[in-house]
């Protein structure tokens, strides 16, 4: 899929107008899905975008996308060593973006496997974790981190359970982080289900069924787009007075 056609076209105008304007700003997991989108929008309002992902072949599809200008790195965001040199270089920056994350293998509490959860964890909860502590020390005045997070832990499906774990701990993380690091504002996106790669492991066919389906449930009538999802990482990124919070977008998911 190509993310071209995400990136949003501002005029002059709107873009010396806006919060991002010349910021710089930083995004874990940048290279897809709610990442990429939020970088692509954010580019769009004049920040000045890193991107970085375990795969090279990734940052530079990414890259591809992105103004030029932009920067990338491949970087495994479960090795410290690593992390830790990817902030050094990097230097000061305005805001931290982690959307970081594997395809989540489902199955119910019988069928887990461990050393697949544990894996599960290391990149979406200890990533964060490590992003958020190697990172803080580089923001500038007036900074923030939005953290990635979902609806399953809020009402969870059978077969979720080590999903809807990591949500959860993600939500207490960003409450902690926001306590532990203010002045920099601290918050999570929290997402309903949404097109993106985290789904290509299904067959197109029954991908697009349970789309159909989800989608004819949910208040807005369909599920979400990565764009959507970006929408609420720009607000959080200019929200100056949102700490702690846990934004939920979701087309209504939580209350049918």
Not at 153 to 176: D, Y
Request: glycine share 12%.
């Amino acid at each position: 899929m190509s993310y071209q056609n995400l990136i949003i076209m501002n005029d002059e105008g709107t873009k010396a107008n806006s919060a991002l304007q010349g910021k710089k700003i930083v995004l874990l997991g940048g290279t897809s899905g709610f990442g990429l989108a939020t970088a692509l929008a954010a580019a769009g309002e004049g920040a000045e975008i890193i991107v970085a992902s375990s795969r090279q072949q990734k940052v530079d599809e990414a890259l591809a996308a992105l103004p030029a200008g932009s920067k990338g790195y491949a970087v495994n965001l479960t090795d410290e060593q690593q992390i830790a040199k990817l902030f050094n270089q990097i230097g000061e920056f305005d805001h931290l973006v982690f959307t970081a994350g594997e395809t989540l293998q489902l199955n119910e509490l019988a069928s887990v496997k461990m050393d697949e959860a544990r894996q599960f964890f290391n990149v979406r909860y200890w990533g964060a974790l490590m992003a958020a502590k190697y990172g803080s020390p580089y923001i500038r005045k007036g900074g923030s981190i939005t953290l990635t997070n979902g609806t399953i832990g809020l009402r969870p499906w059978k077969g979720w359970t080590v999903a809807a774990s990591i949500t959860g701990a993600i939500e207490a993380l960003t409450r902690a982080l926001a306590v532990e690091l203010a002045p920099i504002r601290v918050n999570a996106v929290c997402a309903g289900m949404t097109r993106t790669e985290l789904w290509d492991n299904i067959p197109e066919a029954g991908r697009e069924a349970m789309f159909s389906d989800v989608g004819g449930k949910l208040l807005t009538g369909r599920i979400g787009e990565a764009t959507d999802i970006a929408e609420a990482f720009l607000y959080l990124m200019k929200g100056n007075f949102s700490t702690g919070q846990i934004m939920v977008v979701d087309g209504g998911g939580v209350l049918v």
